[in-house]
């Protein structure tokens, strides 16, 4: 059962992957470092910008640093992950995206030495798919962390016991 947890985490990290390798690569192929298209003027705008540093572009040219984080990263997430796959769907999820968007500003990183940046919601700094996922599989773990007890119907869920029964906390006496 556990085998297959991490395998539809890493199918989930994959896609997430791929769909921000394409998006990066469709924006380098068709635009100018610079140059912005507007897509709902004075809200949203595809602006092409490459980025050395982490996000909001802290540790600019820190490029070596950035890369050794990532990879402790990874491997934390890939270390506690277990946990992780315990705690229900959203966590699952939100681990999938923080391994696929990692990933993903990884590659650029060992592959162009920077990132390329693309989205540009105004009044926010420019950003990508990858950080996109980061954030979000981030917020995805923290809530299912934060909460009391976990998500237990989830779990539940995931025993495939069929028994509602299960999904109720233990109650104890005093």
């Known amino acids: 059962m556990r085998a297959r947890l991490w395998a539809a985490v890493l199918v989930l990290a994959a896609l997430v992957f791929a769909l921000d390798f394409a998006s990066k690569r469709y924006v380098e192929a068709h635009m100018h470092i610079g140059e912005v298209v507007p897509v709902l003027p004075g809200v949203f705008d595809i602006a092409y910008i490459r980025n050395s540093g982490a996000a909001f572009s802290l540790l600019e040219g820190r490029t070596l640093f950035l890369v050794v984080v990532t990879f402790a990263v990874l491997a934390a997430v890939l270390v506690y992950g277990g946990e992780l796959l315990r705690r229900g769907r959203a966590a699952r999820i939100g681990l999938a995206l923080v391994v696929g968007g990692a990933a993903g500003n990884l590659w650029d990183r060992l592959t162009a030495g920077g990132v390329a940046d693309f989205l540009h919601l105004h009044h926010w700094p420019v950003f990508n798919v990858a950080d996109?996922?980061?954030?979000?599989?981030?917020?995805?773990?923290?809530?299912?962390?934060?909460?009391?007890?976990?998500?237990?119907?989830?779990?539940?869920?995931?025993?495939?016991?069929?028994?509602?029964?299960?999904?109720?906390?233990?109650?104890?006496?005093?």
């Not at 934060?146 to 005093?174: F, H, I, N």
């Open 132 to 174: 996109s996922a980061v954030v979000v599989g981030g917020a995805l773990i923290a809530w299912t962390l934060g909460r009391s007890g976990g998500d237990q119907a989830d779990r539940a869920g995931s025993k495939a016991t069929g028994d509602a029964a299960d999904a109720q906390p233990a109650v104890r006496e005093r």
